[in-house]
Each structure stands twice: as C-alpha cells, then as structure tokens.
C-alpha cells in the first residue's frame, strides 16, 4: 500500500523575500528604474481545456467559457495561475485563511483520538450553542443521559427507529432517501428529525434504569428527570444482542436545567463552522442559533476539566456528537512558518498584484486581459469526478520524516509542517473517472488540444527585479516550451495543460532575459544561495516539465468507497487497527522517475552588469541618506544615522558579493565618522547652551548681589569680569556704566575702610591698583581709584 495522489506539494522555505521598496510603491510618482509596456501573451493548450462559462456567477453551465460564440478564459483565471507561481517563484508567502481549523476521528489512535477513552468520555458534557447579539456562548446542561431506540419507539408509539437502524430491517442506510420532495442521508441526525417531525421531544420526563459510564434512562410519566431527546448520527444499523460491532443504539437525554454558561469567541466559533461547514447536520441545526431559546445541541469539554465556572475557565472543545471530530491543536495558518505570518510585511506578488489587508491596501501595476481564441473547438462532453482529498489528511498534506514513503509516526497537526505549495501533475494525456453519482459527478464540455487564445498583459512603473519576475512566472524563466502550466478544471486528468509564449512591448525595453537576470540575482543574493538551485525551484520546475503516465496508479487519486474493505486512506495508515505499516506522500523528486531539470541561470551573462548598477545605486540611495542628515535637527540627523548604521550591520551579517560588503563597510565608516562630527558638535551645543545659561542668571542676580567687602579684591574682580561678559551678551555692551563704576568704588572703599594695617597697605602703595589695571584696564582703573578716599 502506498500514498498517492494527481498532485504533489513544493516545500515551503522559511525564507520569504520581501522586496526592500515595498512601501514606496506609487502609481503616480515613478521609480527611477521603473518601466512601463505590454506582454503579448499567447496560450496553447497541448491538451483538452475546460474554463467554466463565467458569466453568470450562479449559472450552472458545463460549456467552456465564451462570449458572443467566442471562446476566451477570463483574466481572472490566467492572473491567478500566474501569481500563483509568482508567489512560489519569489519565495513569496503562503497566504491561508485563519478561520481554517481541521479536525480528526481516528479511532484506531487513541494518542490521538483522546475522547473515545472511556474515561475521559465521562468528563464530556452537554448543552446548547447560541449566539445573543454578536456574541456565541454554550450554556452547560450537565451530564448527557442516554436512551434507547426501543424506548423511543414504544413511548411515541412507532417503530421509526427500529425500522431503520435495526440490522433485522430491510432499510439501506448507506443510500440516500427521498422524504417528502427532500433528500437526506439516514447516516445523518437531521434524517432522525425528520422522521420524529410530527413528535414533540422536548421537556419530557424520564426515570433511571442503570448508571456505568452514562446514566441510562427511559421515558415515564411523572419521572424525576426531565430533558429533551437529542439525536446524533449513525454510521451504521444496530443489533439487539449488544457485544462488540454491535452498533449505535442509544441516543441522548440533555437534562433541563442549565448549570452554567461558557463564553465562545468569534475566533472559536468560526473554527467550529468550518470543521462542519459539509455537515448536513449543521446544515439543519445552525438556523437554531438565534431563533430559539436553547440553540444547537453540542457535547462539550472544558478546559483542565473543571466544572465550576471561572474566569480562567473555557470551552477545550465541542461537537455535535458525543464521539465528536477533535479539532487539532493548531490551525494550518499557525503551521506557518513565522515570516509567513508578518502582516506587516508584502511580497513580491503583493507589491506587482496588489492586495487588501486590515490595515492597509494597493492597487496592482499589471493588468490581464480576457484571452481570446479564434480556433477553439469543442470536445467531446466528458463526465469526471471533480473531488480531492481533504487537506486534513495530514500522511498527504502535512511534511513527514522517514524512509522509501514509510514512517514510524506521523506528523499531524499538531506538530507538524506543512507539506508546502500544491500543484497537480503534469500528464501525458487525459484520462476520465465517473461514479455514476449525479452528486458526486461533474459533465463538462472542454475545447480541443490545439486551440490558442491571444491576450494582453499591461504593466505599470514596474522595477527591472519585478518585471523579470513575472517573465520568469509567464516562461519559466525563459524556458516556455521546457514546462507547462495548468488552467481551468479537471487538471488531476489532464486537463487543462498549456504553454504560454510572450512578446514584450515598449518603448526602452531591454531583452527579457536581462530583467529575469535581474529578478534571480536578487532572490540568489537576498536568500544566500543560487535561486536557481534551491529546493523549491528545483521541485517547482521538476513538477511543471515532468509529464506522468495515465496507466500509472501511483499519480491518481486513492479510492474510498462504501464497499467491504475499500479504503486507501485507511490502509495507508496502518489499516483498520492501525497497526500496519504507515505511509505518505513522498515528494516527487524522491520518485525512481525521471524528472525534469531546473531552470539555467539567466544572470550570470550580467552579473558584472547588475552589480555595477546595485553599486551605483546604493551610492545614490547612501549619498542621498548622508546628504538629508544635514537638513534635520542635530537630534534627528544622529537618529536616523543610528538607525542606517543598525540596518548596515544587518545586511553585512549575511552573505554577499564582496564589492557590495566593501562598499557597505565603506558606507559604514562614513556614517560612524558623521555620527561621531554630529555628537561632538551636540555636545558643544549642550555645553554653549549651559554657559550662556549661566551667564544669564549671573546677569539676572545683577552686579550688587556678586560684589562684597568681605570678599578679596581678586574674587570681585573675577565676578566684575563675569558681569562684564553677562552685559555683553545680554546687552551687547562692553564698558561698565556709571552707577557700575560707583557701586565698585563703593565696595573697593569699604574693603579699605575695613581692612588690617597690612590690608590697607596694599592699597596705599598702588598694588592693589596695578592688580585692578591688570584685570579691567589702566583706563577703568584710573577711574574706580579716582573715586577712592585712600589716606
């Protein structure tokens, strides 16, 4: 037993390149570099092609798409595919919606399937989900009852259940039924509903007949339990004689009275409907929600399996069966790898597509038109099962560890990684696979092989890296008649499968493998490895040129079918008991096959050319930085240099080509030399703008206030000369004045006055004089001292 499947995944690199202008994209301000034109694209089909009509987005319609009798495919359809391989070409990120939350009823593992242990069973709880306003909650019933089929039938009275869920019945539960003008399946609990239309099974009164792991009881007039009857699905009929494989036979009693109420959020809430969004029981009940007083009927666990209410407990997970799908701890979104995640942050595709976020939003630089056709014809109508696994089949869509497609334990999710980019095999030829189920079948009328459809591709102020891009998404990076791209449906049988041919257009255009050059030369020096050589190119590229045979199994879906022992998926992991041998989906780079090669390097004929340019335009974009500094504050301009100085040191902690280093090392000195002249002259501002601080409070506690008799004639003098440089710079007046003058006289002569025999010395014989000369000048001293009574 093997996996296999139509398609097989790229791996997903942590690595997701973000282009460094992201946020200085404009439609109306054109980049330097930017470049303006038309691709002449040109499609193929080299095998049959089926594109539903579009038209109408609810028309049913199995006619390929056309208008006015002309065949086409919609722009949409084309855009699509192409930023798809962008995105997986560019190392762009995996977009995935975060409401997405799988789940599992594996009952063969219970390390995984932890509910159908009977002790953990009797933790599990009951009660009913309703939303009040815009908020989702549980309200908590308690322990849910059980009650027989029989009890049912003989307190209404019939014989509905035992006359289809019984093995001694004639009944087929494994094939749909018609029931008044409506089609159920009798797996189902909406098909138990129905049948019980005409019966009222809400507050009813029960009594106990025995207790083990549930409390069974039947119904009674005047019993002490009063409840409401709740019925799950079956998956299968039951016997009377209970034993093993003997089947569902009780259904559930939830008691009346609430005991409690759990908050759920939106977030919760959402996970939940998209685990049963294909439920034909949520289908019936999710109307339940709002318009009655109890809701919709779950079985519930809470977390750390405490039941009385506080704030730190809530819901750990709920259902709408006992035996309930058990959700995985982790959304596929959080499988991510962490730069997939960054919000915040817009790959290449985003930036050339566009795109729309919660906070903000683009408008795409490239236009597609409508490809139209002029040879197209029909084929023949063609009937084909248009299904797929489901990406909860984690040995398919989760990464796995192990040997020749054999593991020893799965990966789920858990704790697992994602397999990566899907993308279905390219075929030989077309092959067809019907079930006879209007259901389950799709009839599609598809064109010929050999029809071409012609169409337009506008772009806008695109940068040389993103139009070689997408070039490279259009040709294969230059290598259009090497590999195929898939459009439309029905591509798991070969449909679908084309080749795409352009022609660039535009005034100042250089050849197309000049910009592709440019596009690989910057993923190859952003990632640290030839784009060309990596994992994911060499899986996309093997994928896209590598045409599988239609007579082999292993490219075609695993079978499922209601038939005895016809299941694939189970087999694959471990059979019905689980303990076989476990297998997954290899990748298909590790088949014995054949594969395609990878794409040839388009920049090494320009390498010397694109370097030369990257270095003239660093010099321009570091020049410009360095020039700005000098047009903002000193605060700001040492900001921002820190701040190019940090990115700087970040970019040479990767690998790169060594004139860039040595120009980035070169950038490097220069900004730590203008981020030191900066400092220095901050902190001469700091230190002028504290002395002139000073100086204005000298001036403000004014000349009288510094001046005293009892200070020496030095001390004056240096204050006189601090007043001196106060007045100037406040007043911008060198001198003293007269009231100046006298008040220095005033004080000169008390300090004599004053003074000892030795002090009055000084004063008599002209030292203290020359002293005042030497400080103020001959002139003022002259003048002071002619004010002076000195005997």
Not at 92 to 109: I, P, S, V, Y
Not at 437 to 454: Q, W
Not at 533 to 546: P, Y
Not at 752 to 778: F, I
């Amino acid at each position: 037993m093997s996996v296999h499947a139509p398609f097989n995944f790229i791996p997903l690199s942590d690595q997701v390149y973000i282009p460094s202008w992201a946020d200085q994209i404009s439609h109306d301000v054109p980049f330097s570099d930017g470049v303006s034109g038309k691709i002449q694209l040109t499609i193929t089909a080299e095998s049959d092609i089926f594109v539903r009509n579009g038209q109408s987005k609810d028309a049913v319609d199995n006619n390929f798409s056309q208008v006015s009798g002309r065949y086409f495919i919609p722009a949409t359809s084309i855009k699509g595919e192409v930023r798809n391989l962008m995105e997986i070409m560019s190392f762009g990120k995996m977009n995935l919606d975060t409401r997405a939350k799988f789940a599992q009823r594996e009952w063969n593992n219970t390390d995984l399937y932890t509910i159908k242990d009977p002790n953990v069973q009797r933790k599990i709880r009951c009660g009913y989900l309703r939303k009040e306003g815009n908020a989702y909650e549980i309200v908590d019933h308690g322990r849910p009852l059980r009650i027989s089929h029989k009890a049912i039938d003989d307190w209404f009275e019939v014989d509905l259940l035992t006359s289809h869920f019984s093995r001694n019945s004639h009944f087929d539960i494994n094939k749909t039924k018609e029931v008044d003008g409506q089609t159920f399946d009798p797996k189902t609990a909406a098909f138990k509903y129905h049948l019980f239309k005409d019966e009222d099974l809400e507050n009813l009164s029960f009594t106990e007949v025995r207790t083990n792991t549930f409390t069974y009881v039947t119904c009674a007039d005047g019993g002490k339990i009063t409840g409401d009857i709740v019925f799950t699905g079956s998956p299968d009929q039951w016997k009377e004689e209970r034993g093993m494989n003997a089947g569902k036979y009780y259904e559930f009693v939830f008691p009346l009275k609430g005991v409690g109420c759990y908050d759920l959020s939106e977030k919760e809430f959402e996970h939940y409907e998209f685990i049963y969004k294909d439920s034909d029981d949520w289908n019936y009940w999710k109307s339940h929600l709002t318009d009655t007083d109890k809701g919709v009927p779950v079985f519930f666990r809470i977390e750390d399996n405490q039941i009385k209410r506080t704030e730190d407990n809530h819901i750990k997970d709920f259902g709408l069966a006992l035996l309930y799908k058990l959700p995985y701890d982790k959304t596929p979104y959080e499988l991510l790898p962490q730069a997939h995640k960054e919000e915040s942050t817009h790959d290449l595709a985003e930036c050339i597509f566009g795109y729309t976020s919660r906070t903000d939003s683009l408008r795409g630089r490239v236009q597609f038109s409508n490809a139209f056709s002029t040879n197209a014809e029909p084929s023949e109508e063609v009937t084909l099962v248009l299904g797929t696994p489901k990406a909860s089949y984690y040995p398919i869509y989760i990464e796995q560890k192990g040997s020749n497609a054999r593991t020893g334990q799965y990966q789920t999710y858990n704790n697992g990684r994602l397999a990566g980019w899907k993308r279905y095999h390219v075929r030989d030829g077309v092959w067809q696979k019907s079930l006879g189920n209007e259901n389950l079948d799709s009839t599609l009328t598809p064109v010929r092989s050999g029809a071409t459809f012609t169409g337009d591709i506008v772009f806008h102020n695109l940068r040389p890296i993103e139009l070689g891009a997408l070039l490279s998404a259009l040709t294969f990076h230059g290598k259009p008649d090497l590999y195929y791209h898939q459009l439309g449906q029905a591509k798991p049988y070969g449909y679908g499968r084309c080749r795409y041919s352009v022609t660039l257009e535009g005034e100042g255009l250089e050849e197309p493998n000049y910009y592709m050059g440019h596009f690989e030369y910057e993923l190859s020096d952003k990632l640290g490895t030839p784009w060309h050589q990596s994992s994911q190119i060499q899986e996309l590229f093997a994928l896209a040129g590598s045409a599988v045979s239609n007579d082999t199994e292993e490219y075609k879906y695993m079978r499922l079918s209601t038939e005895p022992r016809v299941n694939e998926f189970q087999d694959a992991k471990g059979g019905q008991n689980g303990r076989g041998d476990k297998y997954y989906l290899p990748r298909f780079s590790e088949l014995p096959v054949e594969h395609a090669s990878g794409p040839d390097s388009l920049s090494e004929d320009i390498k010397e050319q694109i370097k030369a340019q990257q270095l003239e335009a660093l010099k321009a974009e570091y020049n410009q930085r360095l020039a700005e500094l000098d047009t903002l504050s000193l605060e700001e301009a040492i900001r921002q240099a820190e701040e190019v100085l940090i990115r700087l040191n970040e970019k040479m902690a990767h690998r790169m080509d060594g004139d860039i280093r040595a120009l980035y090392k070169e950038f490097r000195e220069t900004f730590e030399a203008k981020k030191s002249a900066l400092e220095d002259l901050q902190r001469q501002q700091a230190e002028e703008e504290a002395r002139a601080e000073k100086s204005a409070a000298r001036y403000a506690a004014g000349l009288e206030g510094k001046l005293s008799a009892t200070k020496s004639l030095n001390a004056n003098l240096t204050d006189i000369k601090k007043w001196l440089e106060a007045v100037q710079e406040q007043e911008s007046r060198k001198a003293l004045n007269e009231e100046e003058v006298k008040l220095i006289a005033q004080v000169f002569q008390e300090s004599y006055d004053t003074a000892n025999a030795k002090g009055k010395k000084t004063w008599k014989n002209g030292s203290a004089k020359r002293t005042v000369a030497k400080v103020l000048g001959q002139d003022l001293a002259d003048e002071i001292f002619g004010l002076l009574s000195i005997k």
